[in-house]
C-alpha cells in the first residue's frame, strides 16, 4: 500500500494521496487503508517518511571528511533518483493551508539532513568532532545549500557544489 501511496504522491502531489486511491490502485478495501492509517495526516506522513528513509541506511564509516562528503553525495543521489522536487514543490505549496502538509515537508526535509546529523554524531563518538558541535546544526549548514539548489532554484547538484560546501565546513571546522 504504501508502494502506491509513492505512486500517487509523484504522479499527482500529496492531494492525491487518499485512502480511496490507494484502495482503488492497490485493489485492497478502504478499510484496509484505514486499518493502518487512520487518517489523511498518518496516511501522508508515512508515505513521506517510506520515499525518504533510504537516506537512514547508510551508516558512516570512514574519516569525517568522507563521511560528510559521501552522505552529501547520497542525498544527491536520492533527490534526483526519484522525482522528490515536485513531491517538496506540492508539500510546500499546501503548507501555508494545511497543517498536515506543514508537517509531511518538515518531515520531508528532515528525513533528507538525518543522516548528515548521524554522520556528525558518529564522529563526535569518535572524539573527531567536538562534543559541544551542535550536529543539527551543522547538518542543516551542510545540506541545506544541496536542498535549496534542487528543490528551490531547479539546479543540478554539481561536484563542485559539494566541493565548495565542504571546504567551506572544513574551515569552519579548523576555526571553531
Given at each position: 500500500?504504501?508502494s ?51 537516506h537512514?541506511?547508510?551508516?558512516p ?6 563521511d ?15 522525482d522528490?522536487?515536485s ?15 506543514r ?14 546529523v ?19 546544526f ?5 545540506a ?22 565542504m571546504?567551506?565546513w572544513?574551515?569552519?571546522?579548523k576555526?571553531?
Open positions: 500500500m504504501l502506491t501511496a509513492i505512486e500517487l504522491l509523484l504522479e499527482g502531489g500529496a492531494q492525491e494521496v487518499t485512502a480511496a486511491r490507494i484502495a482503488d490502485r492497490a485493489d485492497v478495501a478502504r478499510t484496509t487503508v484505514y486499518r493502518q492509517w487512520p487518517d489523511q495526516r498518518s496516511l501522508l506522513l508515512a508515505t513521506v517518511q517510506e520515499l525518504t528513509s533510504a537512514l541506511h547508510n551508516p564509516d570512514g574519516q569525517i571528511d568522507d560528510v562528503r559521501k552522505t552529501l553525495e547520497r542525498i544527491r543521489t536520492r533527490l534526483v533518483k526519484r522528490v522536487r513531491v517538496y514543490s506540492a508539500l510546500a505549496g499546501q503548507a501555508s493551508l494545511d497543517e498536515t502538509f508537517d509531511a515537508k518538515r518531515l520531508f526535509i528532515h528525513q533528507l539532513t538525518q543522516p548528515v548521524l554522520a556528525l554524531e558518529s564522529n563526535v563518538a569518535r572524539g573527531a568532532l567536538p562534543a559541544s558541535i551542535d550536529c543539527t551543522e547538518a542543516n549548514l551542510l541545506g545549500p544541496i536542498l535549496h539548489c534542487h528543490l528551490a532554484l531547479h539546479e543540478d547538484i554539481t561536484d563542485e557544489l559539494i566541493d565548495a560546501i571546504e567551506r572544513e574551515r569552519a571546522m576555526s571553531a
